[in-house]
């Protein structure tokens, strides 16, 4: 189904409207739907260089509106509206009706698939090769703000005996997807060594959604107004963090003025908390008494003795006045 079926014709009924909007009974059909066609051919004839990329019709019980959406209205109008004048002339010569032209300028021609084909086709008839043709279009398209675009050309390619087909694409071109905005056009390049098809896919999105969106919440407004202390809305926080807000920095917080911005008081007005410190760790070794005196006799006794050294419990002397025990040696090894 991905290349048989019209991306316009998927989408007629669902997403898109149609570009003849009349009715008409059985008997009169036939000769209605043939005059359509020959209308739109003359005008494509006629309008080739005005970029004309769809044309609408629509029909009352006496009067017939020609809707033209083409990228160049000042060829359209001419000089003081003359050529829109001889074009309606010509419209209600052929249908014997009341004929009303109106033209609509496309803004972005380069986001319209039947201009984009139309372009690559003259530079085809120019003798420009096709892959730098359809890569200079794929890159105009993007630019101009298409999420994906696809240009293929089918014929007789670089005058090889063969036809055969090349394609291009940039982004992504949903094909299947029945809300994507998928805009097609196709033309004929006529080149002297035969006639080459073109046809551009252009993606520049999804279809509106009719569904209404949620309005987002309104966001919370400041307290602080004219003439309003900022004191004031302080005992609306919470406890826990009211409790943390020390009595002197609310106190000297002053009313704010009209015209003045809201601010905090200067660093040096608000009151710092400052935090206990921690006491220090008495050594083991300095006995230290709390009225300040001297360590008396008693105090030092009661204190743990310093550990000696083996080299002081050498020559140290008991309480009782033996000697202290000599170390042994230590027995040296002979190497050998």
Do not use: C
């Amino acid at each position: 189904m991905g290349h048989k079926v019209h991306p316009n014709g998927f989408r007629l009924g669902v997403y898109r409207n149609w570009e003849a909007k009349w009715f008409a009974p059985d008997k009169e059909y036939k000769a209605l739907l043939l005059e359509d066609v020959r209308l739109r051919r003359m005008l494509l004839a006629r309008l080739k260089n005005a970029g004309v990329a769809r044309i609408e019709t629509e029909r009352s019980s006496s009067a017939l509106t020609v809707t033209l959406h083409t990228a160049k209205p000042g060829i359209v109008i001419g000089k003081g509206g003359t050529s829109v004048d001889q074009l309606r002339d010509e419209l209600e010569k052929r249908t014997g009706k009341r004929v009303r032209v109106t033209i609509q300028e496309i803004k972005k021609p380069e986001l319209s698939a039947q201009l984009v084909a139309e372009n690559v086709a003259a530079q085809l008839e120019k003798r420009i090769a096709f892959r730098r043709a359809i890569k200079q279009s794929l890159m105009k398209t993007m630019r101009a703000g298409a999420q994906g675009v696809k240009i293929r050309v089918k014929g007789r390619l670089g005058g090889s005996e063969m036809g055969r087909i090349e394609w291009n694409r940039e982004g992504r071109v949903p094909l299947h997807t029945l809300k994507a905005d998928i805009d097609f056009g196709q033309t004929e390049a006529k080149t002297t060594f035969g006639r080459i098809g073109v046809s551009a896919w252009v993606y520049t999105g999804n279809f509106p959604d009719d569904v209404p969106q949620r309005a987002a919440p309104a966001a919370a407004e400041e307290p602080a107004e004219g003439g309003v202390p900022i004191g004031a809305s302080l005992p609306q926080i919470p406890a826990p963090v009211a409790e943390l807000i020390p009595a002197e920095s609310i106190a000297t917080i002053a009313p704010v003025a009209p015209g003045e911005p809201a601010g905090l008081p200067a660093p040096a007005a608000a009151a710092t908390v400052e935090a206990p410190a921690k006491p220090k760790r008495a050594t083991k070794s300095k006995a230290t008494i709390e009225t300040g005196e001297k360590a008396t006799a008693e105090t030092l006794e009661k204190a743990p003795p310093k550990r000696a050294s083996r080299a002081k419990a050498a020559t140290a002397t008991t309480d009782t006045g033996e000697a202290a025990k000599t170390p042994k040696p230590r027995a040296t090894r002979k190497k050998g």
